[in-house]
């Protein structure tokens, strides 16, 4: 396991700017002196994660994500902690000395990386089997379709030339059959090991780090069904998981802020042959969950681009609402000439293909111009029918102005009356009942009593080395055992570092409860903002009365179970005495505070 000296971590930490990292990756919303933005850990509907600048960190109280510049890059690209670091280091231009064979060592188990080494050999000799004499005609049809040289080797383009060649292969180099039907190189027909994708020209899947994970398979024969075959489900690939060439696309995505969606691989290659790399395929026309999920922690601006044919519309449709609905900005390609990509570029060349890509229409006129196709605007009921159905997309326009405008186009194509179309939209159609954030339900159990003492005294360790010195001194323990074993590693930390830095010690916190409790305690909204003498002993009294209220009333319990009077007597005695402690103790407490 590669690990990281605390020294190289805190270099890179304290070089790191949050805001500048977390704006990398999503769009930042300026808010007083901190900073929001739409979380991309939830399906958040307001801008929900909070970022401070003064402390270095961030903490969503919907979902409950937080940490420092670190925690974010690794929740957000779903890297180890020290990948992340790598990350934000290559940042800011600093050496860690770590290459990626090391990460690979970590991110997966041995099984996983058994399972690519087998992947890799089938993509090696899929791809040398183009460059047989035997394949000459499939070499040449790829070349007819317009696949150079640069983009076969690319995409790892290659060929299965007969039902055994693939598993003959991998058997003869000592891997399990088990394995190759396992991963969906082979099956077992009538006893024999069969290939999977025999006699058809391979295109392998890769997840977001380049590891291979399957295929998918193009027949050249034409009118043969199905064009395509995929891997079934393996240890490695689930289709709704697994976004085509997001590996190979990503940076480009980040540097363009936004993505095409495409339906396969050869729209996808026909989007590289147009120079625009930031390009991924959902493999079919249906988007999943997952796969919405991951698209949005690449980016907030999608550009759908299905083929121009009705399935293809009807995908852009279907896609966009379920992206649209997620809060990602939705333009769509306006691809009528009932093509694919690639058809556009054999019939009409690159330069064609790329004025369809550059001409774009917003998600709304998308729309209004899709649903018109399926309306007859001249009969009542279906005028109407459109109108709502528009409407409710309209309503799901932040910016005001672009509501009244699109309300006003819909006015003049349908004949409704404006007033009348602007009363129709409901104006909460956006927002989404929470029963409580995660902030309000820690703010409730705080805010009275022995848990808001105990947060009163955390805060001050977490922003004064004085209030540490205070507790070791007067207080010397917290009861509550996840405050107490704060308070501990907080003592353990100072003693460790000359600086007690917040962002540097949630890094330093390896327990997750814990770090979230550090985040919860940061956030409060009664944070010491310096060292308070007189809130730390009021502090450490209260909870010295909670304690002794907690044995009266277990005693009290213990009273009403015993039919002893003289054990009744006994335990009246040291309720008294109990209570004799808790009286001096807010005597004390008053004296203090006149």
């Known amino acids: 396991m590669v690990r990281l000296d605390e020294k190289v971590i805190n270099e890179v930490r304290n070089k790191a700017d949050i805001a500048e990292i977390i704006g990398h990756y999503i769009p930042l919303i300026k808010k007083g002196k901190n900073l929001t933005a739409v979380c991309p850990f939830h399906d958040d509907h307001n801008p929900s994660l909070s970022i401070s600048n003064d402390k270095q960190i961030y903490k969503c109280f919907v979902c409950g994500n937080g940490g ?176 085509y060439n997001v590996h190979a696309a990503f940076e480009h995505i980040r540097k ?7 339906e396969g691989v050869t729209d996808v290659i026909a989007l590289y042959k147009a120079k625009k790399k930031n390009v991924i395929a959902t493999l079919g026309t249906a988007l999943s969950k997952q796969q919405v999920q991951m698209i949005k922690q690449l980016t907030s601006n999608v550009i759908l681009c299905y083929d121009g044919d009705i399935a293809g519309q009807n995908a852009n449709y279907k896609n966009g609402q379920i992206l649209n609905d997620a809060f990602i900005n939705v333009t769509v390609v306006n691809n009528d000439t009932n093509n694919d990509p690639d058809d556009i570029i054999k019939k009409e060349g690159v330069d064609r293909l790329n004025q369809i890509l550059d001409d774009r229409l917003t998600w709304i006129e998308f729309v209004m111009n899709h649903l018109a196709k399926d309306h007859d605007l001249n009969n009542y009921s279906q005028k109407k029918d459109y109108a709502i159905c528009v409407l409710k997309q ?3 326009l932040k910016d005001e102005f672009d509501r009244n405008a699109f309300i006003n186009r819909l006015s003049i194509l349908t004949g409704f009356d404006v007033t009348m179309l602007k009363g129709t939209i409901n104006k909460d159609q956006r927002k989404i009942s929470i029963k409580k954030t995660r902030k309000e339900d820690y703010e409730d159990k705080i805010t009275s009593g022995r848990l808001r003492a105990e947060y009163e005294i955390l805060a001050q360790m977490l922003s004064s080395p004085d209030a540490c010195d205070y507790f070791v001194e007067s207080i010397g323990y917290l009861p509550t055992a996840s405050n107490n074993h704060l308070a501990m590693l907080i003592l353990d930390y100072l003693r460790r570092h000359e600086q007690f830095i917040i962002a540097d010690f949630i890094s330093y916190i390896d327990d997750e409860m814990l770090k979230d409790l550090t985040l919860n305690v940061l956030n409060w909204e009664h944070l010491a903002k310096s060292y308070n003498k007189e809130v730390l002993f009021d502090a450490n009294n209260k909870i010295k009365v909670s304690l002794i209220d907690e044995q009266i009333s277990e005693l009290k319990k ?33 004296e203090e505070n006149k």
């Open 394 to 396: 309209i309503a799901s």
């Open 256 to 262: 363009e802020h936004s993505v095409y969606i495409v």
């Open 68 to 243: 420092n510049v670190f925690t974010f890059v690794q929740n957000y690209e779903k890297v180890s902690f020290v990948e992340a670091v790598k990350k934000v280091a290559e940042f800011y231009n600093i050496d860690i000395g770590i290459d990626n064979d090391d990460l690979q060592d970590d991110r997966y188990d041995e099984k996983t990386k058994h399972y690519f080494k087998v992947l890799n050999e089938a993509i090696a000799f899929l791809q040398y089997q183009l460059t047989t004499v035997n394949s000459k005609n499939v070499l040449d049809y790829l070349h007819d379709r317009g696949y150079d040289d640069d983009i076969i080797k690319t995409f790892k383009i290659g060929f299965d030339p007969d039902k055994y060649a693939l598993s003959k292969f991998l058997l003869a180099k000592g891997y399990h059959e088990g394995d190759l039907i396992k991963l969906n190189l082979s099956k077992n027909y009538d006893d024999q090991v069969q290939d999977v994708f025999s006699e058809r020209i391979t295109f392998p899947i890769f997840d977001r780090f380049g590891s291979p994970i399957a295929f998918t398979a193009r027949t050249m024969i034409k009118d043969l069904q199905p064009k395509y075959v995929n891997s079934t489900e393996t240890p490695l690939f689930t289709k709704g998981n697994t976004l």
């Open 558 to 590: 213990k009273q009403r179970m015993t039919s002893s009077n003289s054990k009744k007597q006994e335990i009246t005695n040291e309720i008294l005495s109990l209570k004799r402690k808790r009286n001096s103790i807010q005597t004390c407490i008053m």
